[in-house]
C-alpha cells in the first residue's frame, strides 16, 4: 500500500519526534475527560481482550490499561512509536506491543471484546479498510470504538485571524496527508463495515481562556512549526501570537472544533 505523510514527519529529526511525542501527551491529558467515558460505556472494565490500533506513544492506551484487568494488545505501524510506548507502559504486565499496519491487522477474526483506535483514522490511507479490518478482529457481539476523530470543517473561533485560521481549520492537517473532515465520514465508514452503529460528539465543553493558553503554551513549538511551514513569516507569526495571546489574556477568545465518536457493534450472524 502506499504510504502518506501519516501525521508523524517522515524522515524526522529527533527534535521533530519529541514535539510529536510531547504533543501527543498533551492531546492525550486534555481528552480523558471525553474519551473515558466512553470506554466505561463500551464496557472496557469488563473486557477480557482490548486492542488499541494506531496507539503511538501509549498514552492513550496507558488509561485504558488503567481502567481494566483484561490483556491489552497496542499496534502502531511505527517502530520508534512503538518503542516509545513500551517506556510509556512499562509497569504494566497486561499490555503487549507489536507494530504492524492497521489495513492489515495482524490478528485473527473475531478475536477482540474491543478494538479501539484515537485519532488514527484521519491518518489513515484507506480509512474504510482500516475500520473493516478492526471490524474483523472483534467477536460476535464485541465492540468496535474510533474514540474521538475530529472534523475542522465545524470549527468556530473568535475573534478571526484570517491568515492563520484557514491553517488550524484543515490546511495543515491535508498537508501533512490526514483528512481534517474524517469526523463526519464516522457514520459512513462505521455502517459500510456492516456494524450497529452509534456516533456522538465527545467534546461538549468550551475550554476556558486559562485552559486554552495552557496547551497552546505547551505546544507553542508545534505550532509555530506549522505555521512556518505554511508560509507565513517570522512578522507575520509573531503578530498573530501577540493577538491570540491577548485575547486570551483579556478572556475573550472562544475556540471549538467537534471530536466525533463512533461505537459499531458486531451484531451476531444469527441476530
Ligand atoms: C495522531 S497519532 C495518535 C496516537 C494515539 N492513538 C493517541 O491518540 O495518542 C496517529 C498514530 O497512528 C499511527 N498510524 C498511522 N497510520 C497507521 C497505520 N496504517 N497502521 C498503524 N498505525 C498507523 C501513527 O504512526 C501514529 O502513531
Known sequence: MSRRYLGLPRGRSEEELDLFIKKLELQAKETAEERIPLYLKVGVKDADLILDVGCGSGMVTRDIANLTKGEVFAMDESKEMIKVAKKVLKEFDNVHLAVGDAHNIPF???????????LLLMWSVDP???????????REGGIVLASLEPDFGGKVHWPEN???????????????????????KLRALFVRAGLETEVGIGNTRIWTCEEDKAYYLHARDYYIKVLREAGLSHEEIDQWEYEYLKSLDDGIQLNFFPQFYAIGKKVKKDG
Open 108 to 118: 485473527k477474526d473475531n478475536t477482540f471484546d474491543i478494538t479501539t483506535c484515537n
Open 128 to 138: 474504510q479498510r482500516v475500520v473493516n479490518e478492526m471490524k474483523r478482529v472483534t
Open 162 to 184: 484570517p491568515k492563520v485560521d484557514r491553517i488550524f481549520a484543515g490546511e495543515a492537517i491535508r498537508r501533512r496527508g490526514g483528512d481534517p473532515h474524517i469526523g463526519r
